[in-house]
C-alpha cells in the first residue's frame, strides 16, 4: 500500500538567508548592506551561469527591498532607457540600483551606454557550488525535511543528476515525496528506482 504524499515541505522563499553560500561571502555580505541602505555604489551587477544562483539572489533582494531588480538580459529599448534614467537618479540621489545577467557588463547584448553604466559600479559573479558545498547543500536540505542522506547517496546524486543547484532542489523534493509515498528510508535503492522514473 502506498502512502499519498502532500507537500508538506514546500521549497522557502529566496532569501539571503536560505541561499547556499559557497564562495559568495563577500557578495552576500554586499547584498545584506544594499538591503540594510549601507551601501554606498549606485550599481551593483550580478553575472553568472544557469543555476549559479543570481535569480534567487535578485528575488530574495527585490522581496526584502519590495523594489524591482532587473534581470537586463530581458529588456527591450524603452526598458534599458528606463534602466539608464534608474542609474543616473541613483547617482545623483545616493540609491543603488541593482542588476544581474547571464555575462559581465561588457558582453551583454544591450545599448553601449547601459553596459557602460552596468560596469560603473560592484560587479560579482555569482560562483556556482562546488561539489563538497553540493553535498553539505544535500544532507542540509534533507535534514530539514526529515531524512537522512548518506554518503553513498550523495555520491551517487552528484555523479549520476545534473549538479545546479534548482535540479537538486527539485531532486530532493522528489526523493522525499518517494520516500514517504512507499514508507521507507532514502536508500540508494530508493533513490536509483526514483532517479528510473524521471528519465
Known amino acids: 500500500m502506498r502512502q499519498l504524499a502532500l507537500p508538506l515541505s514546500p ?4 532569501t539571503l538567508e536560505n ?3 559557497g564562495a559568495n561571502a563577500e557578495l552576500l555580505a554586499r547584498l545584506r548592506a544594499l538591503l540594510e541602505g549601507r551601501l554606498a555604489e549606485s550599481v551593483l551587477y550580478l553575472w553568472g551561469a544557469p543555476g549559479s544562483g543570481r535569480t534567487h539572489l535578485l528575488r530574495a533582494c527585490a522581496r526584502a527591498a519590495r ?3 532587473d534581470d537586463v538580459e530581458t529588456l527591450d529599448e524603452p526598458a534599458q532607457i528606463a ?3 534608474a542609474i543616473d537618479a541613483a547617482r545623483a540621489e545616493g ?15 544591450l545599448r553601449a551606454d547601459v553596459r557602460s553604466r552596468l560596469a560603473w559600479g560592484l560587479v560579482y559573479e555569482v560562483k556556482p557550488l562546488d561539489d563538497e558545498q553540493r553535498a553539505a547543500y544535500l544532507r542540509a536540505e534533507g535534514a530539514r525535511r ?3 542522506v548518506g554518503d553513498e547517496v550523495v555520491r551517487y546524486l552528484l555523479a549520476h543528476a545534473r549538479r545546479d543547484l534548482p535540479t537538486l532542489v527539485a531532486l530532493m523534493e522528489r526523493l522525499d515525496r518517494t520516500a514517504l509515498e512507499r514508507q521507507r528510508p532514502l536508500t540508494l535503492a530508493l533513490v536509483r528506482e526514483a532517479l528510473r522514473t524521471l528519465a
Do not use: C, K, M
Open 11 to 14: 521549497p522557502g522563499e529566496p
Open 19 to 21: 541561499f547556499v553560500p
Open 67 to 69: 523594489a524591482v531588480a
Open 83 to 85: 534602466l539608464l534614467g
Open 95 to 109: 540609491g543603488t540600483v541593482l542588476a544581474a545577467g547571464a555575462a559581465p557588463p561588457a558582453q551583454l547584448p
Open 146 to 148: 526529515g531524512l537522512r
